[in-house]
């Protein structure tokens, strides 16, 4: 580059219009070594071709749910391509068969919160976390936190301790004014503070499945137009009922028997000489 200038150019100071040619050069130089070596480099790399594919396919994809103008890296296009329209969808879950109560679940827990919302407000089983904003107001709390994690994580948690843990669990849920987690927190001995939250999930569901089928119960009857003297009421206006004690002690039963099916199938693995 500095070879093509004139030699008696580099020994006195240079004009504007030679300043802005030599800038004009050296910014073309640099854009060609740079698209030079990114052509390069995407020439050697065997895996090219599929990733324009994809990224063709997840921009289609996205466009088809609504989402236009979004900029992702390479690994959310990799999971951008994985999207499933949902009017591409042909099954139903009437093609599915032998799994009545996998599909309830999954209507129960997933599809439900999505569909009903304004049910779940407030309730911290059924809803994404919100950040840590709420855990650290205040030092303390979030301090005590911290220990009863570390104590749910190696399971040294005694009754006390784990009737805290329910508590903070369960605040913000609609409770029954019957509820005793003293009992509860004395008929789960042993339990880590993860089994602790799903045994009041298991619990806060059964209120959920007593709403659908509660639900359901009125449009079979309004089909059959058997309630044409009471008053309707909006299926979005209903509320979940409170969590009573015995939903705890149903979620109870059902840890248990969870448990003692993963001990058996452990069992089962254990090879015997």
């Not at 990799?78 to 599915?96: F, G």
């Not at 304004?118 to 309730?123: I, P, T, V």
Request: with cysteine; proline share 3%.
């Amino acid at each position: 580059m500095l070879s093509e200038i004139p030699r008696d150019a580099l020994l006195r100071p240079l004009t504007r219009n030679e300043v802005v040619g030599m800038l004009v050069r050296l910014t073309v130089f640099g854009a060609a070594t740079y698209y030079s070596i990114k052509w390069v480099v995407e020439a050697l790399d065997p895996t090219q071709k599929q990733k324009t594919q994809a990224k063709k396919r997840a921009e289609h994809l996205m466009k088809q749910i609504g989402v236009e103008g979004v900029s992702l890296n390479e690994y959310e296009m990799n999971i951008a391509t994985q999207l499933v329209v949902p009017r591409s969808m042909k099954v139903t879950w009437r093609d599915v068969a032998g799994h009545d109560d996998i599909i309830t679940e999954l209507q129960d827990t997933v599809i439900l919160p999505f569909q009903k919302r304004h049910l779940f407000r407030g309730s911290k089983l059924f809803q994404p976390p919100r950040g840590n904003d709420q855990m650290v107001e205040k030092d303390g709390v979030y301090c005590w936190w911290r220990m009863m994690v570390l104590f749910c994580w190696w399971g040294m948690i005694n009754a006390t301790q784990r009737q805290e843990i329910l508590r903070l669990i369960l605040s913000g849920e609609n409770l029954s004014n019957a509820i005793n987690l003293k009992e509860i927190a004395e008929k789960t001995e042993g339990y880590s503070g993860s089994d602790l939250r799903e045994l009041c999930r298991d619990a806060a569901m059964y209120r959920v499945r007593d709403y659908v089928r509660k639900q359901q119960m009125k449009q079979i009857a309004q089909q059959f137009q058997l309630d044409q003297e009471e008053e309707e009421e909006s299926l979005d206006g209903a509320r979940l009922r409170p969590v009573t004690q015995l939903d705890l002690l149903f979620g109870l039963d059902k840890m248990k028997e969870s448990k003692q099916a993963t001990v058996t199938a452990n069992l089962r693995e254990v090879p015997l000489d």
